[in-house]
């Protein structure tokens, strides 16, 4: 039997930032804020990430851009491994991007890369809860409830167990 199956989503979004709750906005902040430190010689395309621990913590990263391009690192993926490294007890619950260029913030919100999403699931699945996402441009923010909305039909560690006959 063949079928035809669909995925789908749902996300909050809010035209102004001042619509936010101030623990988003406070995120959102911290993101603005790893963004203006980010290395981006070469793209000028800088990007900062918060994530909030379930203490309250915030930790922050910036991309960090590379002659030798696959050798750069994301904000994400640099924020994530900064609260892994540092506080491995201390699960993330939230995680805020934002993204700016020689102009200041995009009027978009970035959306994490293939790598960066593949991260966050193995992070959701390492601490068995949601992180929830927040995408901020300069004036709209879109929040997804965990990383499974924006990576449906995950690799994960059951794709890498043999199964012998």
Not at 78 to 97: G, R, T, V, Y
Request: hydrophobic share 35%; net charge negative.
């Amino acid at each position: 039997m063949i079928r035809t199956n669909n995925i789908s989503f749902s996300y909050t979004e809010y035209e102004k930032t001042e619509e936010l709750d101030s623990h988003d906005m406070e995120l959102i902040i911290a993101a603005r804020e790893a963004a203006s430190k980010a290395y981006a010689p070469y793209s000028k395309f800088k990007v900062g990430a918060a994530v909030r621990l379930e203490s309250g913590l915030i930790v922050m990263g910036a991309n960090v851009e590379n002659a030798a391009f696959p050798s750069g690192i994301c904000a994400e993926r640099s924020a994530l491994s900064n609260s892994i490294s540092n506080h491995p007890e201390d699960k993330p619950s939230a995680l805020a991007i934002a993204s700016m260029t020689e102009d200041g913030y995009t009027d978009d919100s970035p959306s994490p890369c293939g790598n960066c999403r593949q991260v966050i699931a193995e992070e959701e699945a390492r601490i068995g809860n949601k992180i929830r996402i927040i995408l901020s441009g300069k004036n709209k923010t879109q929040i997804i409830d965990g990383i499974n909305s924006l990576l449906p039909l995950q690799f994960n560690r059951k794709n890498l167990k043999i199964n012998l006959p």
